[in-house]
DNA sequence: ATAAAGGTTCCAGTAATGGGAAGGTCAAGC
DNA sequence: GCTTGACCTTCCCATTACTGGAACCTTTAT
């Protein structure tokens, strides 16, 4: 199967399979003129990869899963930690940008946003 | 003033401010042996600039935001249109994030986590 | 024969810094 | 006067996870 087939099938630019295999993420035969050629397993990688990818996990978490994930006794523990740790973090993140969020939108409710120069928005950004 | 005093007053790291400079957002003086000097106006742009940061604006947010705080007789409008956009990428971004927490905490619940091969997350990240 | 659609490698750029090298400057202490 | 240490300078490379583009080769269809 060439690139572009795995990529519909993927849903993954052809773009950035090449990337994963370059960091070796996945590794493709070759055929004879050089064009990469995958089969069901390097596709089913790949989907993994996506999905996961999908769900926010990085890169350097995506070669722990699939190590986990093609290592038959690992221990679903291992897993686990890797998603809470996930999950933390998604969770600092959110907390953030709702404390954003409210600041912001006080500030865009209090501004009257017509011609008028003068605006709360940036008096809050000018002083704290 | 040297650079060393205005990241203590703004809070800013020196590489930033210096990063500031070099894309245009401050310009400070040039003493004599080649440090920059940096007045009262300069720190209070740089200290504008670390709160729009805070609040998530992007760089160019704040290119705008500057230019508009800069210009006496802007529109309170205009600022209130780049807030606005802001927070509804903020909001998409909150959406997105708590999309993957349901389903992360879903999968992290539903994990015994021990040292049985058996692992719901991986399951999942493999069938979609 | 030619053109389109695919494939290849490699190089550069993105956002917003951070790290570190190599070297100039300044103030204090001896 | 000299040294030490803290500060300043510029410059280049690294980060994350790709994306775009150039230059070039292969396959397929007309």
Redesign the interface.
């Known amino acids: 199967m060439n690139i572009k087939e795995v990529a519909t099938r993927t849903g993954l630019p052809a773009k950035t399979i090449r990337y994963y295999e370059d960091i070796g993420l996945v590794t493709p035969d070759r055929a004879d003129n050089g064009y990469r050629s995958f089969d069901r397993t390097h596709v ?1 990688k790949l ?2 990869l996506a ?2 990818r999908g ?2 996990f990085s890169i350097e978490d995506c070669r722990g ?1 699939l190590a ?2 093609e290592d ?6 291992d ?3 890797i ?2 740790a ?2 933390a973090e ?2 600092e ?2 907390a953030g ?2 404390e ?2 409210a ?3 006080d ?2 409710a209090a ?12 008096k ?3 002083s ?1």
Chains 1, 2 share one sequence.
Do not use: N, Q
Not at 72 to 77: C, L, P, V
């Open positions: 089913h989907a993994f999905r996961a769900l926010g899963l986990l994930w038959r006794d690992r221990a679903s523990g897993v686990r930690a998603a809470k996930h999950l998604i969770e993140k959110i940008l709702e954003m969020r600041t912001l939108s500030l865009v501004c009257h946003g017509d011609d008028r120069p003068d605006c709360p928005i940036l809050r950004l000018e704290g």
